[in-house]
């Protein structure tokens, strides 16, 4: 028989706790696991539960970063999958997990050789999990094999998961377009509330600031449409007498 234990080590003020996962094998006879990995899976929720789970914002998604690259699974099929498949992906794994709209759940092996791959579930009418598969070609009589974990589960913000480890900020899931833009307008806005003290009121000023940076171009797309709104007349004069043409 094989035994699996959990140890959980919590602290009160950081945004993760260390897993360690230890396997004995009690048996006479050497325990080799399937295809030489064991399975660590991350919890199969994170809220909150949206409202309406077909916006693409307030779905769960599996993500991961194999060998290097951010990564993210979908649920269903796609064009060399089934619906009804469950995917997998080899290659070192540094990190994996789950993501919501607001929050992250990060699973970061801490074991020199990370994972090499993950396995979730991307069936379209299941839950959702998603695994990493850590070596374990076999576990002789009589021996324990230990593998450690940092798990991080955070809001999705880059700052708070860098501090748990700089290797995750992909988790967020931001835009490479649109970030840029986010950071600029939350500094302006920070700065303008340094000087008032008060978010309704230093949002009111920024958009009085940014109608403002805009307004040439406003007057200028308003010209044009009077400009059109006056040839109309014309071109459907042009349309009935040219009808046939």
């Known amino acids: 028989p094989v035994v699996v234990e959990k140890e959980f080590l919590f602290n009160e003020k950081e945004h993760y706790f260390d897993l360690v996962v230890r396997v004995r094998n009690t048996g006479k006879t050497a325990f080799k696991p399937e295809n030489g990995s064991l399975y660590v899976s991350s919890a199969d929720g994170l809220g909150p539960v949206m409202k309406d789970p077909t916006v693409v914002y ?5 993500v991961f970063n194999l060998n290097g690259s951010f990564e993210k699974g979908s649920k269903g099929g796609g ?3 089934d619906a009804t498949d469950t995917k997998s992906q080899k290659g070192k794994t540094n990190w994996y997990g789950m993501i919501s709209r607001y929050f992250a759940l990060v699973m970061i092996p801490q074991d020199s050789d990370k994972a090499s791959g993950v396995i979730y579930d991307s069936r379209a009418n299941t839950g959702h999990r998603i695994a990493g598969m850590v070596a374990a070609e076999s576990i002789a009589p009589n021996t324990t094999i230990e593998k450690k974990f940092r798990v991080c589960i955070a809001e999705k913000e880059k700052e708070v998961l860098a501090a748990v480890d700089p290797a995750i900020v992909d988790a967020t899931d931001t835009s490479k377009w649109i970030e840029p833009l986010r950071v600029g307008i939350l500094w302006c806005l920070l700065k303008i509330n ?6 309704g009121l230093s949002i009111i000023v920024l958009s009085l600031i940014t109608k403002s940076m805009f307004l040439p171009l406003t007057i200028k797309s308003t010209n044009s449409m009077k400009k059109m709104a006056e040839l109309a007349p014309k071109m459907k004069e ?4 040219y009808k046939d043409k």
């Open 79 to 81: 064009m060399f999958s």
């Open 194 to 199: 340094w000087l008032f003290g008060n978010f």
């Open 58 to 62: 307030n779905q769960l998604n599996a």
């Open 238 to 241: 042009l349309k009935e007498k």
